[in-house]
């Protein structure tokens, strides 16, 4: 610096000038600091739009594509869900044991209607009935006792399909063994009903 101070007292005048400005102009760029300059700005990465086919939770900004109803797959071929036939002779087989205990379950109330009946017939030693009485009364009794025989000779007949029988074969029993016990507890429903009717009227 005092070397270029000493040039600058022996220049001309023009000269002096320009070596003025040289010299605070080196000056300025000497006393400048770090601070004064701006660190690079950093790069920002872009979001990233969510891909198709995305698997799991979408993440801050993606956004999932919603599948469009109309695809259908390639082959044209629409899947379809067949039972099993194992599992279709098990819900018949067990529609079956349920038709038997509601069939059962009806038996208590015909009971009752085969007591009334049988004190009836007993009235018949101090109060005579009629013919036509007695002739009711058996006829009932008749058809109370039918009914349930009915449903303990198909509980004693009644048999699971083996497994050697085939599936249409199981099948068909078991759907025939059900129309049966539908006819058995219309049977009990009946006599009950015509029972019950008939011993009404006399207290019982």
């Not at 000493?6 to 023009?14: D, R, S, W």
């Not at 004693?156 to 078991?174: G, I, R, T």
Request: glycine residues 4%; negative net charge.
């Amino acid at each position: 610096m005092n070397t270029l101070v000493n040039q600058h007292n022996q220049l001309p005048m023009h000269n002096k000038l320009l070596c003025f400005i040289l010299l605070f102009g080196l000056t300025a760029c000497n006393s400048s600091t770090p601070s004064d300059q701006k660190a690079p700005e950093a790069a920002t990465e872009e979001p990233v739009a969510a891909e198709e086919g995305h698997i799991g939770p979408p993440g801050e900004g993606e956004v999932i594509a919603e599948p469009d109803p109309t695809d259908k797959p390639e082959s044209g071929v629409v899947m379809s869900i067949t039972s099993d036939p194992a599992i279709d002779q098990a819900k018949l087989h067990n529609e079956v044991l349920r038709s038997q205990d509601e069939a059962l379950s009806k038996l208590s109330e015909l009971n009752k209607v085969k007591r009334s009946l049988v004190e009836i017939m007993r009235t018949d030693q101090q109060n005579p009935l009629n013919d036509a009485t007695k002739d009711n009364v058996s006829s009932l009794m008749a058809k109370v006792d039918s009914a349930t025989t009915a449903i303990f000779d198909w509980r004693k007949s009644f048999k699971n399909p083996a497994s050697s029988v085939s599936h249409k074969e199981a099948m068909d029993y078991l759907q025939a063994e059900k129309v049966k016990l539908k006819r058995i507890q219309a049977q009990i429903v009946k006599a009950t009903e015509e029972g019950r009717a008939f011993t009404e009227p006399f207290g019982q």
